[in-house]
Nanobody, 125 residues
């Protein structure tokens, strides 16, 4: 699976952005998908994830109620709608994919074997 993230940019606090992650490969619909972010000088952190069928979603407490993850398996794409953005949301955002079988959780970056290149999100105050 190859992943291509897009949609980042510069936005004022309170604004919105929608990130997209396009995946190649016929097995996309079998993979759980996640979004992670990494700010300068900080470790990569979990943002949101969605199960292979879209029936289950998971969010970090810091984004719950503001961000929404979704997927369109017909388009091999996962989205992250980000509303009410805050300066502390500034980071490079990465999408990730994996089967996440064997009881592996969606929250841990090490559980994902496939990663996109990242897209920069900058929120000005």
């Amino acid at each position: 699976v190859q992943l291509q993230a897009s949609g980042g940019g510069l936005v004022q606090a309170g604004g919105s952005l929608r990130l997209s992650c396009a995946a190649s490969g016929r097995t996309f619909k079998s993979y759980g998908m996640g979004w992670f972010r990494q700010a300068p000088g900080k470790e990569r952190e979990f943002v949101a994830a969605i199960s292979w069928g879209g029936g289950s979603t998971y969010y970090a407490n810091s984004v719950k109620g503001r961000f929404t993850i979704s997927r369109d398996n017909a388009k091999n794409t996962v989205y992250l709608q980000m509303n009410s953005l805050k300066p502390e949301d500034t980071a490079v955002y990465y999408c990730a994919a994996d089967l996440l079988d064997g009881g592996r959780d969606y929250y841990t970056a090490l559980n994902y074997n496939y990663w996109g290149q990242g897209t920069q999100v900058t929120v000005s105050s």
